[in-house]
């Protein structure tokens, strides 16, 4: 082939006769922000690396899956364009294939081994030895289960307390495998001393030691299992694409518009391949493995490891590339160069190819499904930023070789026109990883209440989707106080909804005003999203607005439409941004998210109750007047009772209403003064509707009728902090009451005692008519000093005891 030169990048010709957004995105190709012009007028192909399933998707994948559907959903909610969205499920790779073979193989070695004998014992200290040995390098050979804890904080201490494996650098991933490995190792060397000791059942011994066994026992019979049999794999795969599908729809993920999968892909990517190797980008080494001729593609004039290339001959990322079981004694032209097809070992699943049986290379999969889903040119490819180099810098080199014959205006081929990846997720510097095992799973986090998907959404929004996220505790204290403002401002405009301010009541230069940053808020939002959808700014214009309508005059200051206006654009920014649970797509007619609403079987009963409530409380601050028995008729009258009869789910609110009722009634009929009433509306809020989960927050000082919400975490700690402070504010007085009279009783008690008998003891010898003493118990006279002294003392239980004698005492 003549050689060529390609172009770092071609920008897709603009199109004057669309009306495109003025959208710029960082694209990694560039490294910089360049216009987005779609390959075919509004619509954008994007595909997306889905994940690898042998284990529950972590925060760290939560972090690339919800900002890819953030972006997702700005594109086609925002931008109007209509994209379709494909992702690859990794069904087949070294990782599900070490892993469902290890699996197979403890779950066969634990059926056979039902109890913990010798045996048992005897194979996992081998494989806790082994394990040691290839891991821990910095530990003693033959080490004991029994001296691990000790010897492993002597080899080891440094990193525990936080420092680096070598040197004075701070610790990372190195540091934190080294942490895995110790926390392994310790696991088994425990279950090992317990099994010594008696002191361990088989099913705990088992779990404990469930890591080391692993690989040793693939170590000892990897290469013997019927790798013909596929179900040893799938049944791994199928498991953990459910649970990952669940985990995603869970936060609010949008679904895949397709999705594919390798083990579904395997004469395309054998087609694939033999392509390339056609092409003159590929040759076939003596075991029946494909790679890819890096040499070749350049000598032609391309360009390999574009996206980064400065990683292009880093050793570890290209293993990584290359997977725990690739045959390292295959001949390769280079080093560098990749596997597009890996001939499969013993042990390992295999597909028909005309190189023998095989499997897929990683990089391969993603370029064959791709091209079949979307063709020879694609708008979007995303994934984490790790995936960049070696994953999508081979995606791109194979694919540009597959279709090397298609070339425009005779210019190299370009299959993807942007790549957008996706910033870490990191916890004390290292990134979350399955293989080291310092993730917390998406169901985890939100099963014991670590996170709500909207939390977890909203920290994600608050950071640039390209940019790392270390999670801190003041990241999470920003947006929990982002959430709670825009909460609190959807239930002041639900509640203008249910209860419209005056006519004529609104100030034009308040409202003016108003209207002037609400126009300037949704200027600014638009300048963020088409700057690379900057959702940090974004969500700073939205909550500066939530501040220019809350510091405005009162809400009788400002119009309706203009409160309205806002409320509705606001929860169409929240719904384009994924936060509303309950919507898909923006509602140009709701207003508010997921979670405000009390339950629609309470509303008919709740809000007439809050409403009969307000006027009670009114009334009861005019004055005893206005609760006499023919005025508070009139107010019940205003709030009829409920039907006797009522679905199961509305009976308790039904309840509470008419009991409410009731009370107001016999309060008025007995004549009860206005704190009855008052103590009475209290015990509404704060005690019947709080145990029914809803809350009545009172405006009294914006004479507006209280807001009906639901109960919210916020609320509820809120309160238990209250009860706290109360419960510690009463056990403190109550303390003081209990000093206080121990104090009394004391002062009672010495009381009693007379001044004329109060020194009449062994240290003195002798006493005056009075009872003073007059010289010590040697006989010695005392100073006059000390006899001055003496006479104050008694002058005061004189007249403390005199007092007891009167009754003035208790």
Not at 380 to 404: K, T, Y
Request: with cysteine; hydrophobic share 40%; aromatic share 8%.
């Amino acid at each position: 082939m003549a050689a060529r030169t390609q172009p770092p990048w071609q920008a897709p010709p603009s199109r004057p006769d669309l009306d495109l957004p003025p959208l710029h995105v960082y694209n990694s190709l560039t490294r910089s922000k360049v216009p987005f012009v779609p390959i075919d007028g509004k619509k954008v192909s994007w595909y997306a690396c889905g994940p690898t399933v042998y284990d529950d998707a972590h925060l760290g994948h939560a972090r690339n899956y919800v900002s890819t559907d953030i972006i997702r959903r700005i594109m086609r909610d925002y931008f109007k364009y209509d994209v379709r969205f494909v992702m690859n499920i990794t069904d087949v790779d070294d990782k599900i294939i070490l892993r469902g073979r290890q699996q197979h193989l403890l779950s066969q070695y634990t059926s056979e081994h039902p109890e913990l004998n010798n045996e048992v014992q005897e194979t996992a200290a081998e494989a806790f030895a082994a394990y040691v040995k290839k891991n821990l390098p910095l530990l003693p050979q033959g080490l004991k289960p029994a001296e691990f804890a000790e010897q492993s904080k002597k080899a080891y201490g440094h990193v525990l307390e936080g420092k680096a494996v070598e040197g004075d650098g701070p610790p990372g991933d190195k540091e934190a495998k080294v942490k895995m490995h110790l926390k392994t190792a310790s696991s088994a060397a425990e279950a090992l001393t317990l099994a010594g000791a008696n002191k361990i059942d088989v099913t705990d011994f088992y779990t404990k030691a469930e890591d080391v066994f692993l690989p040793h026992l693939d170590s000892l019979y990897g290469g013997t299992i019927n790798a013909d049999d596929h179900s040893i794999f799938t049944k791994l795969t199928q498991k953990f694409e459910n649970r990952f599908m669940e985990d995603v729809r869970a936060l609010n993920c949008l679904d895949p518009d397709v999705v594919t999968r390798v083990t579904e892909y395997g004469h395309q990517i054998v087609s694939f391949v033999e392509k390339v190797v056609k092409n003159g980008y590929g040759y076939v080494t003596a075991d029946g493995s494909v790679y890819f001729d890096i040499q070749a593609f350049e000598k032609d004039g391309n360009n390999y490891a574009r996206l980064e290339p400065w990683n292009r001959n880093d050793k570890d990322l290209l293993a990584d590339g290359e997977g725990a079981l690739t045959n390292k004694s295959t001949k390769k032209r280079s080093d560098a160069d990749f596997a597009l097809w890996k001939s499969s070992k013993p042990g390992e699943p295999a597909w028909p190819s005309p190189w023998g049986p095989g499997r897929p290379g990683w990089h391969i999969e993603c370029s064959a499904m791709a091209s079949d889903v979307l063709g020879q040119k694609m708008d979007i490819h995303s994934g984490g930023v790790d995936l960049a180099f070696p994953h999508h810098d081979n995606e791109l080199a194979q694919s540009e070789a597959f279709w090397s014959e298609c070339r425009h205006d005779k210019q190299t081929h370009q299959w993807v026109n942007y790549f957008l990846h996706m910033g870490h997720l990191s916890i004390s510097g290292s990134k979350m990883s399955k293989s080291l095992k310092n993730f917390t799973t998406i169901r985890d986090a939100l099963s014991r209440g670590d996170w709500t998907p909207r939390g977890l959404r909203i920290v994600f929004l608050l950071g640039g989707w390209k940019d790392p996220v270390e999670i801190t505790e003041g990241l999470v204290a920003t947006g929990a106080g982002w959430e709670d403002k825009i909460n609190n401002f959807f239930l002041k405009i639900k509640d203008l909804e249910r209860n419209p301010s005056p006519e004529n009541a609104a100030s034009a230069e308040e409202d003016s005003a108003l209207a002037a940053a609400f126009a300037t808020a949704q200027t600014d939002v638009d300048r963020a999203l088409c700057d690379s959808f900057d959702t940090p700014t974004a969500m700073q214009v939205i909550s500066r607005l939530v501040t220019d309508y809350n510091s405005a005059a009162t809400r009788a200051s400002l119009s309706d439409a203009t409160a309205l206006s806002i409320g509705l654009w606001v929860t169409k920014m929240v719904t384009i941004f994924g936060l509303d649970s309950e919507a898909s797509t923006p509602n140009p007619n709701r207003i508010g998210w997921s979670g405000i609403d009390i339950p629609s079987a309470a509303a008919p009963f709740v809000y007439p109750a809050a409403a009969l409530r307000d006027a009670v409380r009114d009334a009861a601050k005019s004055g005893p007047q206005a609760l006499s028995r023919e005025a508070v008729d009139a107010l019940l009258a205003s709030q009829p009772a409920p039907s006797t009869t009522q679905p199961a789910d509305a009976l308790p609110y039904a309840e509470a209403f008419t009991q409410f009722r009731a009370d107001v009634a016999a309060l008025a009929a007995a004549s009860a003064p206005p704190a009855s009433f008052l103590a009475l509306c209290d015990k509404l809020r704060d005690e019947v509707l709080w145990a029914l989960g809803i809350y009545l927050e009172d405006r009294d000082t914006q004479a507006l009728p209280a807001l009906v919400r639901p109960l919210s975490a916020d609320l509820i700690a809120a309160r238990a902090q209250k009860d706290a402070q109360a419960a510690a504010k009463a056990e403190a007085k109550a303390k003081r009451e209990r000093e206080e009279a121990e104090k009394k009783r004391l002062l009672a008690e010495k009381a009693k005692v007379s001044h004329l008998d109060m020194f009449r003891t062994e240290e003195y010898s002798e006493w005056d008519e009075e009872g003073l003493p007059t010289k010590d118990k040697e006989g010695v006279e005392l100073p006059k000093s000390r006899t001055k002294k003496l006479r104050k003392e008694w002058e005061r239980q004189r007249k403390l005891h005199e007092e007891w004698k009167a009754g003035k005492m208790e």
